[in-house]
């Protein structure tokens, strides 16, 4: 297999990209913390459909852990995901350092309100502030034509999404649809941190939302919808649950107190032992 190709500067990337454009190609990316597993690499097989070259970025971005989270434990293998995406027919790998992205005396921050203040906004205060900044970075930087993100992060799309319509930047951000295990469990990089015991409890969130859906569509109250689900992972064994709760799929705001006719949108985040587990599921 032929490796990928690999930029580590802005200016690489930009010669690399302005090249393909001029050649009249459409360029797609898909930016990532690395790690990867199916779930990326259905997102470089979706972003093969909308452009004629794909970028595909690693970059655990510090500014979007939170003092007592999984930066320095969060996984990294760039040769095993350099591998990977040139499997996957990707075209370009920019793999920045730190330094490169985040240069001495660099000061800006992005604000996103609205869409980021709850659900993960309120468990993991600053989070999608460090999303929105590097993500308008990396477009800036890349400029393609289109970015895919996964549906797994549902309220981060929705900022991202903002974001760019917010700042003009002229990109078509696209939904990839969640990538599953057979047993139901959303694929994400931090499932690795699961026990194996652990990892017999975890496809319980998955079916709780889905039971959650069914019964929002039987004409339950959110309420109580949002009790039988917290109720539900509960008896699985979640340690901690931070949310599990119905919203409206653009802005995600409240929705309630049903029935709820229309689009909802139900979405969970809950701990089992070190690994923080997220997911949702569209009601309709």
């Known amino acids: 297999m032929t490796a990928i190709a690999t930029v580590r500067t802005v200016a690489d990337l930009r010669a690399a990209v302005a090249a393909w454009k001029q050649a009249g190609e459409r360029v ?5 913390m690395g790690a990867l597993h199916e779930g990326h690499l259905s997102l470089v097989a979706l972003a093969k459909t909308r452009a004629e070259r794909v970028v595909a970025s690693i970059f655990v971005n510090p500014t979007q852990f939170g003092p007592n989270e999984d930066f320095d434990a969060y996984p990294r293998g760039e040769a095993r995901d350099a591998e990977l995406l040139a499997g996957a027919g990707c075209d370009l790998l920019f793999a920045p350092t730190v330094a490169q ?8 921050r992005i604000e996103v309100t609205g869409v980021s203040e709850p659900l993960d906004g309120a468990a ?3 989070h999608f502030g460090g999303v929105a900044l590097i993500v308008a970075k990396l477009l800036i930087q890349c400029g393609p034509d289109v970015a895919v993100f996964g549906e797994k992060d549902y309220q981060q799309l929705q900022v991202i999404k903002r974001l760019v319509a917010d ?5 078509e951000v696209v939904g990839a649809p969640t990538a599953r295990a057979a047993d139901g469990l959303a694929l994400s990089s931090r499932n690795a941190y699961l026990t194996a ?3 017999e409890i975890a496809p319980a969130l998955a079916a709780a939302l ?3 859906g069914r019964r929002l569509r039987a004409g339950e109250s959110v309420e109580r919808v949002e009790a039988t689900g917290l109720a539900a992972l509960e008896r699985a064994g979640f340690q901690k649950i ?13 929705l309630g107190p049903g029935p709820i006719e229309g689009e909802a949108r139900i979405l969970a985040a809950a701990h089992l032992g070190k690994t923080r587990l997220i997911d949702n599921m569209a009601a309709d």
């Open 101 to 108: 992205m985040y240069a001495p005396g660099f000061s800006t």
């Open 167 to 171: 700042l003009d930047i002229p990109v």
């Open 124 to 126: 993991r205060p600053g």
């Open 242 to 254: 931070d949310y599990f709760e119905v919203r409206h799929p653009a802005d995600l705001s409240r």
């Open 28 to 32: 797609a990316m898909v930016p990532t």
């Open 210 to 212: 889905k039971e959650a």
């Open 197 to 199: 015991a652990e990892r």
